[in-house]
C-alpha cells in the first residue's frame, strides 16, 4: 500500500527556517518524481517544487533561492527545507507522488499535508 | 508563464450532469489531469492523462480535451460529489513547472 506522511509543520517567526518531511511506503522515493504543493487557507493549489528520479530538480519562482527539495534513499523520505519565511508561505504542505516512467504526468497519490504558520 | 483558467463555481441538480471547464492556450495539446478535494481532506486524483481514470474512480467521471478548453464531466452527480475540483498541466515551455487552475467549487443543490 502506497503511503505519504508528512510532518514537521508548526508556527514560526517570518525570517524563519522550517523543515519538512515526507514519509512515504509502498514504494521507492527515488524510483518516481516527487512534488511539495501548498494551499493557502481558502486559496487554490499551488505548486512549490519537484525532484526527479535523477535527482534534479525545480522550484516556483515564488520560493526559488529560499526553499530546498531533498530526499534520501536510505530513509525513503522526501524533504522540503524552508528558509526565510515570509507571512505568504503560510499554507497546508502536501507532497504528492508522480510517475516513474521520466514521463511528467499526473500526481497519484498524496500525504494528508502538514500546516505551517508564519507569523509573529 | 502558462495560466490554466477555471470557474469559480459550478451547480448542479443530483443526478444531472456537471462541467467544469479548464481554459488555456492551445491546452488541447497537453495532458490535463483533474483533482477532487473535499473539505479538510489531501486532492484525489480522478482523472489523468485528459480521459482516463484511477482504478476506484466510478465512470460517472470523464474528462475530454480539445483546443484551448478541457472539461471534466461528472453524470448523475451525487451530493458526495460536492467538493472543489482543479486541472493541472505541465508548463514545458520553460523548465518544466506544474500548473494548477485556480479551482471550482462543485455545489450539488
Known amino acids: 500500500e502506497v503511503k505519504l506522511v508528512e510532518t514537521g509543520g508548526g508556527l514560526i517567526q517570518p525570517g524563519g527556517s522550517l523543515r519538512l518531511s515526507c514519509a512515504v511506503s509502498?514504494?521507492?522515493?527515488?524510483?518516481?518524481?516527487m512534488s511539495w504543493v501548498r494551499q493557502a487557507p481558502g486559496k487554490g493549489l499551488e505548486w512549490v517544487s519537484v525532484i526527479y528520479s535523477g535527482a534534479s530538480t525545480n522550484y516556483a519562482d515564488s520560493v526559488k533561492g529560499r526553499f530546498t527539495i531533498s530526499r534520501d534513499n536510505s530513509k525513503n523520505t522526501l524533504y522540503l527545507r524552508m528558509n526565510t519565511l515570509r507571512a505568504e508561505d503560510t499554507a497546508v504542505y502536501y507532497c504528492?507522488?508522480?510517475?516513474?516512467?521520466?514521463?511528467?504526468?499526473?500526481?497519484?497519490?498524496w500525504g494528508q499535508g502538514t500546516l505551517v504558520t508564519v507569523s509573529s | 508563464s502558462y495560466v490554466l483558467t477555471q470557474p469559480p463555481s459550478v451547480s448542479v441538480a443530483p443526478g444531472k450532469t456537471a462541467r467544469i471547464t479548464c481554459g488555456g492556450n492551445?491546452?488541447?495539446?497537453?495532458?490535463v489531469h483533474w483533482y477532487q478535494q473535499k473539505p479538510g481532506q489531501a486532492p484525489v486524483l480522478v482523472v489523468y492523462?485528459?480521459?482516463d481514470r484511477p482504478s476506484g474512480i466510478p465512470e460517472r467521471f470523464s474528462g475530454s480535451n480539445s483546443g484551448k478548453t478541457a472539461t471534466l464531466t461528472i453524470s448523475r452527480v451525487e451530493a458526495g460529489d460536492e467538493a472543489d475540483y482543479y486541472c493541472?498541466?505541465?508548463?514545458?515551455?520553460?523548465?518544466?513547472?506544474?500548473?494548477f487552475g485556480g479551482g471550482t467549487k462543485l455545489t450539488v443543490l
Open positions: 492523462e485528459d480521459t
Open positions: 493541472q498541466v505541465w508548463d514545458n515551455s520553460r523548465d518544466h513547472y506544474v500548473i
Open positions: 504528492a507522488r508522480g510517475g516513474s516512467s521520466g514521463y511528467l504526468g499526473a500526481f497519484d497519490y
Open positions: 509502498g514504494f521507492t522515493v527515488s524510483s518516481n518524481y
Open positions: 492551445n491546452i488541447g495539446s497537453k495532458s
